[in-house]
Nanobody, 121 residues
Framework: VQLQASGGGLVQAGGPLRLSCAASGGTFSNYAMGWFRQPPGKEREFVSSITRSGGSTLYADSVKGRFTISRDNAKNTVYLQMNSLKPEDTAVYYC???????????????WGQGTQVTVSS
């Protein structure tokens, strides 16, 4: 499966931004999907994940209550709605996929290219 993330940009602190990740080359509903991010100078970290049906979601503590992951299996797309953004959310955001969803230490098999999110204070 190939993944293409989009929607990154520059936003002021407190503002919203929505990321999208379009999948192709596979049966989208067969994959659990996730979002990860890599802040400048830091390791990549888990942000959120969603099961194949969309019935279960998981969030990192740092984004819980502010970010919402969702998916549209008819459009082969997963979304990350980010609200109340903070400067510390600045990072390259990656979408990822695998057949089985793991926990916060999940290391998916398939990765898209990143999209930059910059939050100004």
């Amino acid at each position: 499966v190939q993944l293409q993330a989009s929607g990154g940009g520059l936003v002021q602190a407190g503002g919203p931004l929505r990321l999208s990740c379009a999948a192709s080359g596979g049966t989208f509903s067969n994959y659990a999907m996730g979002w990860f991010r890599q802040p400048p100078g830091k390791e990549r970290e888990f942000v959120s994940s969603i099961t194949r049906s969309g019935g279960s979601t998981l969030y990192a503590d740092s984004v819980k209550g502010r970010f919402t992951i969702s998916r549209d299996n008819a459009k082969n797309t997963v979304y990350l709605q980010m609200n109340s953004l903070k400067p510390e959310d600045t990072a390259v955001y990656y979408c990822a996929a695998d057949y089985i969803r793991g926990g916060t230490g999940w290391e998916p098999k398939y990765w898209g290219q990143g999209t930059q999110v910059t939050v100004s204070s």
